[in-house]
């Protein structure tokens, strides 16, 4: 199923661009979060151009939950390899720093005690991150990419493979095997984002009514537990471009996803997120 979102001549008098890094003083967003950038509209648009792009390429979003520290990957030239780099607020500046060794893909715990690296993570202490740690049983030999988590600690989690996301439940203090989630997936399967709530699952997937490359996807819990059909986030979102990690803002307002356009060039894209609500069963 495909979703077709407004056309951009109905919301050009609620389109908002912003190609500056000053601060906004848009109701809900302050200097001290989202970089300082202005609040989008209904249509995707480069998140903080003027902060974060490069000519190289940007992915995989994640804020923290107080919205003061934003990490992504770059990749390409200098940056031989994926490289996870981290925007603060230091001296009344947004600055970008690299935070070595581990590049996994980021997603910051909603406690904001642990930052989850696919595979790897790393826990807050009083002097920054620790040490990079790897997963106990029976996550420890997973290829997990992307590992986000829903707020009573349940992980969701894709592999560097053709299977399907799967998950982990925290059961009176155990992790228990994972188990496949029972959505109508396509061929690959990759990126997952759960809501904090579990109400809804984002993910990028290739399939051939798709727009080309990967595309963007969600599905709805039902009242009875099960998922809903895959809904295609629609051609405002996903183009002929490779469009990967979905996610929602800590705060439930913005909606961030990455558009690749082939090698190691791509960027960073964010809108508000009530089309999401526009979706959901009633």
């Given at each position: ?100 060794p581990w590049a996994g893909e980021p997603f910051v715990s909603l406690d904001n005690k642990r930052l989850y690296l696919g595979r790897k993570f790393r826990e807050r202490t009083s002097s920054g991150w620790s040490e990079v ?98 809904i295609h986030l629609g051609d405002e979102i996903n183009t002929e471009y490779n469009e990967a990690y979905g996610s929602v803002s800590p705060d439930g307002k ?29």
């Amino acid at each position: 199923m495909k979703f077709q979102l407004p056309s951009i001549a109905t919301l050009l008098g609620c389109l908002f661009i912003s190609f500056t890094s000053s601060a906004t003083d848009e109701p809900g967003i302050g200097n001290d979060q989202y970089l300082g950038q202005k609040p989008p509209g209904l249509v995707p648009e480069l998140f903080a151009p003027d902060l974060i792009k490069t000519e190289h390429r940007e992915a995989a979003a994640a804020f923290s939950p107080d919205l003061k520290e934003f990490y992504f990957r770059r990749r390409g030239g200098e940056y031989e390899r994926n490289t996870l780099v981290v925007v603060r607020k230091t001296n009344g500046q947004w600055t970008e720093s690299v935070l070595p060794p581990w590049a996994g893909e980021p997603f910051v715990s909603l406690d904001n005690k642990r930052l989850y690296l696919g595979r790897k993570f790393r826990e807050r202490t009083s002097s920054g991150w620790s040490e990079v740690q790897s997963h106990a049983e029976p996550l420890s030999d997973l290829p997990i990419m992307r590992m986000t988590v829903s707020s009573n600690g349940t992980w969701f989690f894709d592999e560097a493979s053709e299977a399907p996301i799967r998950y982990s439940r925290l059961i009176d203090g155990k992790r228990e095997e994972p188990r496949d989630l029972d959505i109508e997936f396509g061929p690959w399967n990759a990126h997952p984002y759960i809501a904090p709530d579990e109400s809804y699952l984002i993910w990028d997937d290739q399939r051939e009514s798709g727009n080309g490359g990967p595309d963007l996807y969600i599905s709805f819990r039902q009242k009875d537990n099960s998922w809903g059909e895959a809904i295609h986030l629609g051609d405002e979102i996903n183009t002929e471009y490779n469009e990967a990690y979905g996610s929602v803002s800590p705060d439930g307002k913005y909606f961030f996803f990455h558009r690749s356009y082939g090698g190691d060039t791509g960027d960073i894209y964010w809108m508000d997120a009530q089309f999401i609500n526009e979706l959901r069963p009633q």
